[in-house]
Each structure stands twice: as structure tokens, then as C-alpha cells.
């Protein structure tokens, strides 16, 4: 009895101390809705007053227990546990974001709610909702704060406070990002934390003064800047950015847009003039490279429609911006352009931004080893002794980070195939359900078709919109944690490491 009890004992001071980061992270959750709270109260707008009021209250209540009993621990895990957290760290604050959804008063169902709420914390620019206009605006404001939040990453964010806690944090942020190429902006992942959020705060704070002098009032430019910054797309208007209709706006999120889907470890090199290892960055000058190749192409196959090059290169680059950085910003109704154009659009949701970014999708450096290892292949063929490496930022890789990126592609096929596979089930059009896969899965929002920049996701069953959820987080966290955790030989391993 006595040898049972310990055990209990044991096993809940573990479940308390391992869930204690989840809650941490679920409080950061409930704190960022008193900023929508405060509004609606400005506002004296009651109802979604209660909206953010009750599910906040209720995170932070249920929290003081986790916080109580083990606040005197130190709490460090492996990278199984990480893994774990991680994921449960999303998906619930998925779940807690989808309340002020569902307490809005906008007959908005909890299939609905979490759709928007993963869309959010995913930083995917997708909605169900056909009439955005018409939404309370502290609904608006939250909808672009758990973009924002999401952009970089919640549990980035706490990877700077969470050692205050006594939490080992490195793991977390491993399966958080678990891109070919981490690199430590400092020698401390804390540090590094700190300085990657000044830099995201800086930018986005300088993109809605930016929007604030374009002519947007103070609420769209703070609705509108901080789902750019995120690589979200969301907007306060049905059109998105379309809506203003100004030549200034469209430059300024074409930058911006461009600039979140850089990575963030290249702006700290360029705060300490590293200029030399800015410029000799592979992935960065592939990055601007497919960008400015694509929207030459688009531009040139617009030019008969919009009558000017000026013209034909502004809404070129910003849609190209924004399928790039998989923004999802919809700077005009691209169904209706020439067939080239929607090529060569379909053909970047293949690619994505660059790792350690806010954007999703593949990623440009995974690209580019699979193309230097293709040409490897080929000289090996033609020079059977000789010896060959892929080489990035004038560095040669290890092998093994081939077979890495290798496997997430084929990973992320198979999830692209089986969501498009999901979509057909439905009803849908091959062309609308291949690019919906490719729009949920890569984080971009808008794809063609059902999924188009002028349609919404609200016609989905509802089972679709759950099993979309879930991929565009699995998405978020680049395929395998959410891939890691369903594997039966993970379980197994947690099990015998116990």
C-alpha cells in the first residue's frame, strides 16, 4: 500500500511539474485577451466583454494549483517530453482562443470557433466567416493578436521567461523548430529569445506607424500590421489590404511581408554588422531570388490586363510576397489573371519562406540542399571516385541533414496527399482540393478554387474543418512533432523510458 502510494505521489509531482510549462504557456494565452477585453469595455460592449472575461478567468483559475504545488521545482525533460508539450502547448491554446469566438454573440458554432482559433495560433490566412466586416472589433483585434502571437511562436516567447520558473527550455524550442539549420544567435537560447522578440516587436511596431501614415486609421493599422508580421493574411476588411486600394500600402506590406519571411537570425547579424555573412547567406539570396524571378514572370503576363508595367509589377509582387512568405494576403481576385500567373502561384506554395522565420511551407533551404544534392548525384555519375558535399553559407553540410530534409519532404507530401484525398472525399474539384491541401498544410490560407481569395472555408463539413485544424498545426510545427507523437514507436519509447 505504502510502495502503491509513493508511486501515486511520484507519478502526479511528475504530471505537475511536466504540465507546469503547458499552463505557463496557456496563462500567456488568457493574459493577451485582456488586451481585447479592454477594449470591448472601452467599447461598452458587454457581450464580448464576457467573451474574453470567462474563458480568461476560468485558464487562470484552473492554472494556481500547477503553479502552487511545484513552484519550489526545477523542471528539465527530454526531447520526448518536449515534443509532448510542445504540441499540447498549441492545441490548447487553440482551445482556449476558440472561446471568445464561440461567447460572441455571432452565432459562431465551436467547430467554427476552433477553426478560427487554430487559423490564428497556425498563422494561417483562412476564415470561415464570409462577412469579416461585420465582426465586434475586440473579436477583430483578438483574431490579430493570436496571429502575432503565433508568428514567432508561444513557446519562443516563454523560452525568455520560463527559466525564471526553473524550466529547461532548449527542448521545447527544438521541437518547436526543427528546421535543417538551428542556429544559436547566442551562446544562451534565452538570450536568443529575447533578442529575436525585440526585433519582431520592432518591425511590427514599424510596420503600423507604416499603415498609419498609408491612411489606415489606428485600429486597421494595428489589425492589419500584426498578421503581416505573423505571415497571417487576416484582415479587417472582406477585400484584406485590396480594400485600400493604395499604391503606398500595397509597396509597404510587399517589404513586410518579404521581411517576416527572412530569417530573424539574419536581422540580429545585421544589429551587430555582419554584413559579409548577411551576403553570403544561401538561403536569403535564393529567397529574394525566387521572389523577384516570380513576379518578373506575373508581371509580364499581366501587362495586357492592368495596361502598365507600374501596375502589373505592383500587384505581381505583393501576391508574389505573399504566396512566398505564405501570408495569405489577397492583393487581388488572382483567379481571374492570365493561366501563367496562377502557375507559377500554385507552383510557390510548394516552396515557402526561410527557416526561422514566420513563414511555413517546405522552406527555401530545404530546397536547396535537395537541388546542390541532385547535382551531386549527377557529377557522381559522370566521376564515380570523386568526392562530393552540399555546401551552404560556404559551409559543408552533414549527410545526414540530406536524409533529414529528404524525409520531411516525402512527410509532407503524404500530408498534402492526404488532405487533398480528405477535400475530393467532400465533393470538391481536383484543382480546389489539391490547392486547399496545399493552403492548409503550408500555412498559406488561400489556395484556388473552393479556397480561392474569394471564398471562404464556411462551406466545409465540419469534419473537414477539424481534420484541417490539425494539419494546419502539424503545419505550424513544420510536420514532425504532431507526426512524432501519433507514431506508435513513440509511445512505446516514452513508456520504456519510464
Not at 518536449?82 to 464561440?102: E, K, M, N
Request: charged share 15%; hydrophobic share 55%.
Amino acid at each position: 500500500m505504502k510502495k502503491n502510494a509513493r508511486k501515486t505521489k511520484k507519478a502526479a509531482a511528475a504530471f505537475f511539474s511536466l504540465a507546469r510549462p503547458v499552463v505557463f504557456l496557456l496563462d500567456i494565452a488568457a493574459a493577451l485577451m485582456l488586451i481585447p477585453l479592454g477594449y470591448a469595455a472601452f467599447l461598452g460592449d458587454g457581450v464580448m466583454v464576457r467573451a474574453f472575461a470567462v474563458p480568461a478567468a476560468c485558464e487562470l483559475l484552473a492554472a494556481l494549483p500547477f503553479h502552487f504545488f511545484t513552484r519550489q521545482k526545477r523542471v528539465e525533460f527530454g526531447p520526448a517530453d518536449g515534443f509532448i508539450l510542445v504540441f499540447a502547448a498549441w492545441t490548447l491554446s487553440i482551445f482556449l482562443g476558440a472561446f471568445p469566438w464561440f461567447l460572441s454573440g455571432e452565432g459562431i458554432g465551436f467547430t467554427d470557433a476552433f477553426f478560427e482559433s487554430s487559423c490564428g495560433f497556425a498563422t494561417t490566412g483562412a476564415t470561415t466567416v464570409a462577412d469579416v466586416e461585420a465582426l465586434p472589433r475586440p473579436l477583430l483585434l483578438w483574431r490579430s493578436l493570436i496571429h502575432w502571437a503565433g508568428g514567432m511562436g508561444i513557446v519562443l516567447l516563454t523560452v525568455a521567461l520560463l527559466p525564471l520558473f526553473g524550466i529547461g527550455a532548449f527542448q521545447m524550442v527544438k521541437a518547436e523548430t526543427p528546421g535543417p539549420e538551428k542556429e544559436k544567435v547566442t551562446p544562451k537560447i534565452t538570450a536568443a529569445a529575447k533578442i529575436l522578440w525585440l526585433v519582431y516587436t520592432a518591425l511590427t511596431a514599424l510596420l503600423i506607424l507604416l499603415y498609419r501614415l498609408g491612411g489606415m486609421d489606428w485600429f486597421d493599422a494595428v489589425c492589419n500590421a500584426l498578421p503581416v508580421m505573423a505571415s497571417g493574411g487576416v484582415s479587417t476588411k472582406n477585400a484584406g489590404l485590396a480594400f485600400f486600394n493604395s499604391p503606398f500600402i500595397d509597396i509597404v506590406s510587399t517589404v513586410f511581408m518579404l521581411a517576416a519571411g527572412i530569417n530573424f537570425n539574419v536581422y540580429f547579424r545585421l544589429l551587430r554588422g555582419k554584413f559579409r555573412e548577411v551576403l553570403a547567406n544561401t538561403e536569403c539570396r535564393v529567397y529574394l531570388a525566387v521572389f523577384a524571378a516570380a513576379s518578373l514572370i506575373i508581371a509580364w503576363s499581366l501587362i495586357p490586363g492592368y495596361g502598365s508595367i507600374g501596375a502589373a509589377l505592383r500587384y505581381a509582387s505583393a501576391q508574389t510576397a505573399s504566396v512566398l512568405s505564405t501570408t495569405g494576403s489577397a492583393a487581388a481576385d488572382y483567379e481571374r489573371w492570365p493561366p501563367l500567373a496562377q502557375a507559377v502561384l500554385f507552383a510557390l506554395m510548394f516552396i515557402g519562406g526561410c527557416s526561422g522565420s514566420t513563414a511555413g511551407g517546405i522552406k527555401i533551404i530545404r530546397h536547396v540542399i535537395l537541388w546542390k544534392q541532385a547535382g551531386n548525384e549527377i557529377r557522381r555519375i559522370m566521376y564515380p571516385r570523386g568526392i562530393f558535399g552540399v555546401r551552404i553559407n560556404n559551409k559543408t553540410g552533414d549527410k545526414h541533414v540530406v536524409y533529414g530534409v529528404a524525409g520531411f519532404i516525402a512527410a509532407y507530401g503524404l500530408v498534402v496527399l492526404a488532405t487533398s484525398l480528405a477535400t475530393a472525399a467532400s465533393g470538391c474539384d481536383i484543382l480546389s482540393s489539391v490547392g486547399t491541401a496545399l493552403a492548409v498544410t503550408g500555412n498559406v490560407g488561400i489556395g484556388f478554387g473552393a479556397s480561392g481569395p474569394a471564398a471562404h472555408y464556411g462551406a466545409f463539413p465540419a469534419a473537414l474543418k477539424w481534420f484541417y485544424s490539425f494539419v494546419m498545426v502539424a503545419g505550424r510545427l513544420e510536420i514532425w512533432t504532431a507526426l512524432v507523437i501519433l507514431t506508435p514507436g513513440f509511445r512505446r519509447h516514452r513508456r520504456g523510458r519510464r
